[in-house]
């Protein structure tokens, strides 16, 4: 177990030697704990409307550059299909926050897909009631992601100022007692972040014991009130998924496709310093191109069949294979919440 020193020392050592050895170590763990299967999900972004104003996010609300979708339910339930063909055992339905499917269409949209495919169902869909979440789990959904950013709460109403870490975190909370298997996850390299709030990032993620964590590098979009900034590093990205391994052990950690973005073999790296999933994009090409959460976003025009094949293609290069299991939990729950944690924000 790594001490608040030493994740300091990880994330800001120039001392290449101790950085090979942290990245060893997790590959080290993540084998151990994970084995060399890796998880495939098929991402389908259904729709890019957002009603928030995040800082740093491309679809944002006052964005007018963005063309508007929303998947019908029909394309949707087409999409999931298609992963399925592909070999995906999971899917993940992500849109901007907002309600542009009504609670009613989207409990019956997950019914359609649990009734038509042996898939498991994560849900990306932003703060919602609890009555909401609860009909959502009802009707067949087993996760939900829902990432905070960043733990310092200045930090946080600096960068989305209609939103409240509070109420973010005890989303995650409810999420919990209603039985989902409940992902979160922080931006790296954010104007203004510090090590100190890195490491407090990353000792709350620890503490609330999540089944799956999302972690990618800041990119600044010129169409952001960021736009000026500098973007977040690969290297910084990756010491913190390695920390995260080392200490979380069995979550699930993917290899986003941010990081693909800023690296050509960025998400390959991920994978040999913790990493154990991959989110082949399943949405359909016509709609792709305008969910841009940032610039330079890699497979736009790539179909999934094509997505497929590269990924398989790569993995082997690695000595890695597709698990043919859809990657539940690894995580041994005793009941307990992800407790006190989800009740404040943190500082510095």
């Known amino acids: 177990m790594l001490t608040r020193q030493e994740i300091l ?32 999900r098929g991402l389908i972004e259904i729709s890019n409307i957002c009603g928030r104003d995040c800082l740093y996010c491309g679809i944002r609300h006052s964005n007018p550059s963005v063309r508007r979708y929303r998947m019908t339910p029909d394309e949707v339930v087409a999409a999931a299909g298609r992963a399925a063909a592909l070999g995906y055992p999971s899917v993940v339905l992500q849109s901007g ?10 409990t019956e949209l997950l019914g359609r897909i649990k009734s038509l495919h042996r898939l498991a169902l994560t849900l990306s869909l932003g703060e919602k009631p609890r009555e909401v979440y609860a009909a959502y789990r009802e009707a067949g959904a087993d996760r939900y992601l829902l990432r905070f950013e960043t733990s310092s709460e200045s930090l946080f109403n600096r960068l989305k100022p209609d939103s409240s870490l509070r109420e973010r975190l005890e989303c995650l909370h409810v999420l919990r007692e209603l039985g989902y298997q409940v992902g979160s996850g922080i ?10 709030i890195l490491a407090d990032d990353i000792e709350l993620l620890r503490e609330l014991d ?7 590098p800041f990119i600044r979009n010129p169409d952001t ?14 010491r913190v998924l390695a920390i995260l391994r080392i200490l979380t052990r069995n979550t699930h950690l993917p290899a986003t496709t941010a990081m693909g973005s800023i690296d050509p073999q960025g998400r390959e790296k991920a994978l040999q310093r913790g990493a154990n999933v991959l989110m082949p994009n399943v949405t359909p090409t016509e709609y ?11 497979c736009l025009g790539d179909s999934p069949e ?25 995580k041994v729950k005793s009941g307990s919440q992800p407790g006190t944690t989800a009740s404040r924000g943190r500082d510095r």
């Not at 020392?9 to 763990?29: K, N, P, Q, W, Y």
């Not at 926050?97 to 989207?106: A, F, K, L, T």
């Not at 931006?187 to 972040?193: E, I, S, T």
């Not at 497929?308 to 539940?328: F, I, Q």
């Open 187 to 196: 931006m790296v390299g954010l104007p203004g972040q510090t090590p100190d």
């Open 225 to 238: 009130p960021l736009a000026g900034k500098e973007s977040g590093t690969l290297d910084l990205t990756l």
């Open 9 to 40: 020392r990880a994330l800001t050592t120039s001392d290449s030697g101790e950085v090979e050895a942290l990245f060893l170590e997790a590959d080290r763990v993540r084998r151990e704990q994970m084995g060399d299967e890796v998880h495939l």
């Open 306 to 330: 094509t997505c497929a094949s590269c990924l398989t293609t790569r993995l082997a290069t690695l000595g890695r294979t597709v698990a043919k299991d859809p990657g539940h939990s690894r």
């Open 210 to 216: 999540l089944d799956m964590i999302g972690i990618g």
């Open 97 to 106: 926050e907002s309600d542009v499917y009504s609670p009613d269409e989207m």
């Open 288 to 298: 792709r191109e305008h969910y841009r959460l940032y610039p330079g976003k890699i």
